[in-house]
């Protein structure tokens, strides 16, 4: 699937180092064991896709789970005489289209390329297939992928404290 | 109707402060005489079906043949078969009406266009003679007196009220199944503190002077010697008082103890019952809480403000603008009971509480504070150790006025007011610090200072209510009262040579501003600076023409993310926590200086705690009701902190597990 402009590839032999390189230097892949890293960079493609192209849509397949190694992703939901709600954002370190690795593997919200983006690609089903070969490589990444999700489990709950309206006003009456 | 002291003998030339002994026929000669010093004598008299203290000018107004019956929840009068003028036990009123006033008028406020001016209200201040002052009631003044004069701010009007008050204490000779000063160590015997004591026996009183004061005044008295048996009865009398009240409370190792307990289901428990009616702090000898309030004409231009008792009870006492740090009656009830007997060791080197048993018999419901504690915090074998305040800043003095030179619209809300012709101290004011503000006819309200000028301050308001409403929209020109630079300041120092971490979320990037300046100021002091700056929506950001530059000029990484927003925002959306969760910076080197919302600060700390800082290394200011802005007023309170005096900036380390916890 190629949308308007978005270009993808496989990762040459020899460029293996390079992007083993660029896991280390993430937050998602930087205490994977060396090993684990060579092992995901082999499996790896890289997505270049210039800003505004739409890499999920809510409720599709997500094929791909990917690792953000520049520019920004929006994760949005469309709600009805609301418009278009940005809810969060994903950048550099970040993981997109987790819901690749977890069933029934469909897209939580929309994801679209707000500025220039660079991913390192994986897709599902052949990581899926290389993690339940290969009992040490999903031990080291599900915890990671499982960590990933629950800090946007508790980002989302802060959000939904909306702590700063309440700072604005209070439902009772403050004479200040 | 004066006469000399009987038999003046040489060996008694050393102890002219007796023992003496004055018929309780003669009474009258003390009361009189204090009275012809120019004093009004304030004592115990029968009003209301209860022993009150009021002015009395004859000794025939004392409860003559009075005694009491208490319990929890309950206060009876009943006659005694004898003709004792102090027979009865601890009442209603307590001295701190006299020396703490229920209502003090503070300062006048006046707006004449644009002008505002500020004047000392006058206050009457009589001297003043407390006649049955008991031990525990003089250990209350004592205790009020750290309070109000032993920290490094006082209360002016308090002092001049306690320095023209005479006392004449009593001994107990007497107890209800209230009392527990033994426990407490106030009494039943009276410690030192006043100009004569009293101890009632049969036919009158044996009496001892206790100051200068009180040697002069025996001098005036038809005292005689008292001779050896009245001494022992005496002393008799008190000491079977002890042996009566026993040791209801252990107070060894309580101060720990309690502490300890600050998630014990007995808090919910005796919330059940308490009604948060305050009757027990209005009743106590030592409670101390108050609020400002403004007593205004109609159209605002004239307004007096009034120092009046407050209460942790009272519902809206610890209520900030964005929330209430102690909605629940646990909650008041724990603030309470653990500054009574723990934090206000911490604070002023003692209990705050001195067993007179007020709060037990006044207490609608009944709750006996010696039954709570036991419940709450049973005995064990523990040692407590006062801990030691920061030190605090100078002592302000009243409302200087400033004026607005120019206003800033940050967001729909929040506004920045330049203020100019501010007092001096102000301009020598730290980043952290801040100023409490106030318009004739509004409460004054604690605000940041947001930048320090040369010659100026910024302070960046939202209007929230009434009062910021009408501050942020005071025009150029216009006149604001302040009083300040208060509380801490952010401990730049502890950053020299190292990274600095910025977290910040909403208007809390106010207080942060003035040390982005200085750290600008100096930065090759610093290692990596960064800045990371969450709002609810990119038009609720502050300063955004000036963030821009901080990146730009200074070297300092900025992030910026928001709440929420719609399709033309193309920066970061997400909690502020978000932007440096998937960073692989090290923290370990660095120092973090943390302002938001309390939650925000929270989730802030344990995501920095996963990045290496230590909680001796972060650094937070916090928001709290202020109304004095001193740690005089008791609103702000958490824990064994004034938040206005002791903070507002604490490290989490300092915080301790207080941080966060809901409730205190």
Redesign the interface.
């Known amino acids: 699937m190629t949308a308007s402009g978005r270009t993808e590839r496989s990762v040459e032999a020899r460029e293996i180092a390079d992007v083993v390189g660029a896991i280390d230097?993430?937050?998602?892949g930087?205490a994977f064991a060396p090993e684990t890293q060579a092992r995901l960079a082999a499996l790896a493609r890289i997505v270049e896709a210039p800003p505004g192209t739409r890499l999920l849509r809510e409720g599709e397949e997500t094929e791909d789970v990917s690792i953000v190694l520049a520019g920004?992703v929006?994760l949005?939901m469309h709600v009805p005489e609301r418009?278009?709600?940005?809810?969060?954002?994903v950048?550099?370190?970040?993981l997109l289209g987790w819901s690749a690795l977890v069933p029934p593997h469909t897209a939580t919200s929309e994801a679209t390329a707000?500025?220039h983006v660079r991913l390192l690609s994986f897709n599902g089903a052949e990581l899926r297939a290389a993690l339940r070969a290969d009992h040490a490589l999903a031990a080291s990444v599900y915890p990671r992928v499982l960590q990933a999700v629950a800090?946007r489990l508790?980002?989302t709950r802060?959000?939904l404290?909306?702590?700063?309206?309440?700072?604005?006003?209070?439902s009772e009456?403050?004479?200040? | 109707m004066k006469s000399e002291p009987a038999e003046p003998l040489a060996s008694e030339a050393t102890a002219r402060g007796g023992p003496w002994f004055l018929l309780r026929a003669n009474l009258q000669v003390l009361i009189d005489e204090l009275r012809a010093d120019g004093r009004r004598v304030i004592g115990p008299t029968v009003a209301d079906g209860a022993i009150v203290y009021d002015e009395i000018t004859s000794a025939d107004e004392l409860p003559r043949g009075w005694g009491d019956e208490q319990g929890p929840g309950s206060y009876r009068l009943r006659q005694r078969d004898d003709e004792r003028l102090f027979g009865y036990n601890a009442g209603p009123t307590s001295w701190k009406r006299f020396t703490f006033p229920a209502v003090v008028p503070l300062t006048i406020g006046r707006r004449d266009g644009r002008d505002v001016s500020f004047e000392a209200a006058a206050a009457d201040r009589p001297r003043l003679a407390f006649l049955g002052v008991r031990g525990c009631e003089l250990a209350a003044l004592g205790i009020q007196d750290k309070v109000f004069t032993g920290g490094p701010f006082a209360d002016e009007d308090y002092r001049a009220r306690r320095a023209a008050a005479f006392v004449v204490a009593v001994n107990c000779t007497t107890a209800s199944s209230t009392c527990f000063c033994t426990s407490m160590g106030t009494g039943p015997a009276v410690g030192p503190g006043h100009d004569l004591v009293l101890t009632e026996i049969d036919e009158g009183f044996v009496i001892r002077a206790g100051s200068v004061e009180g040697v002069d005044l025996l001098a005036r008295l038809p005292v005689r010697l008292a001779d050896a048996m009245e001494i022992f009865r005496a002393s008799k009398a008190v000491e079977d008082v002890a042996t009566e009240i026993g040791d209801p409370v252990a107070t060894t190792g309580l101060h720990d103890r309690l502490l300890a307990q600050f998630d014990s289901p007995e808090w919910a428990r005796v919330a059940e019952r308490c009604l948060s009616c305050t009757n027990c702090t209005m009743v106590c000898p030592t409670c101390f809480c108050s609020s400002v309030v403004q007593r205004s004409d109609l159209d605002g231009q004239v307004s007096t403000s009034e120092r009046v008792w407050d209460s942790c009870f009272t519902a809206g006492f610890a209520k900030v603008a964005g929330g209430n740090f102690r909605s629940r009656p646990r909650d008041r009830y724990r603030q309470w009971l653990t500054h009574k007997f723990a934090t206000w060791v911490d604070q002023f080197g003692s209990f705050g509480c001195v067993g007179c048993g007020r709060c037990i018999a006044w207490c609608p419901v009944g709750i006996d504070v010696r039954a709570e504690l036991q419940a709450i915090a049973p005995p064990l074998e523990l040692h407590s150790e006062p801990a030691t305040l920061p030190p605090a800043a100078a002592t302000p003095g009243d409302f200087s006025t400033a004026r607005v030179a120019a206003v800033r619209h940050e967001t729909a809300d929040v506004r920045t007011l330049v203020m100019r012709d501010v007092d001096p101290a102000f301009l020598a004011g730290r980043p952290g610090q801040f100023a409490m503000i106030a318009l004739p006819a509004y409460p004054p309200l604690p605000i940041s200072i947001s930048r320090f000028r040369e010659d100026a301050i910024e302070l960046t308001i939202r209007a929230a209510g009434p009062a910021t409403a009408a501050i942020t929209g005071l025009g150029i020109g216009d006149g604001l009262g302040l009083r300040g630079p208060l509380g801490t300041s952010w401990p730049l120092e502890q950053a020299a040579g190292r990274d600095v971490v910025f977290v910040t979320g909403g208007i809390g990037l106010a207080p942060l501003r003035p040390l982005v300046d200085a750290v600008r100021a100096q930065r090759d002091r610093f290692g990596a600076v960064r800045v990371f700056y969450g709002a609810r929506t990119p038009a609720d950001m502050l300063y955004r023409e000036e963030l821009d530059s901080w990146a730009a000029e200074d070297g300092i990484e900025l992030a910026l993310t928001v709440d929420r927003a719609d399709e033309s925002w193309n920066g970061p959306v997400g909690v502020v926590t978000h932007l440096f969760d998937r960073a692989t910076w090290d923290g370990s080197r660095a120092v973090a200086f943390v302002c938001g919302p309390e939650r925000m600060m929270q989730a802030t700390a344990d995501a920095l705690a996963a990045r290496g800082l230590t909680a001796d290394r972060v650094f937070v200011t916090l928001e709290r009701h202020m109304e004095c802005g001193i740690g005089l007023c008791g609103h702000c309170q958490m824990g064994r902190y004034f938040v206005c005096r002791d903070g507002p900036v604490f490290s989490l380390a300092e915080l301790g597990d207080v941080f966060g916890r809901e409730g205190i």
């Open positions: 230097r993430t937050w998602f930087a920004r929006a949005r418009g278009v709600v940005t809810i969060l954002t950048e550099e370190g970040d707000v500025e800090r508790s980002a802060l959000q404290l909306d702590l700063f309206a309440a700072e604005r006003s209070t009456r403050t004479p200040w």
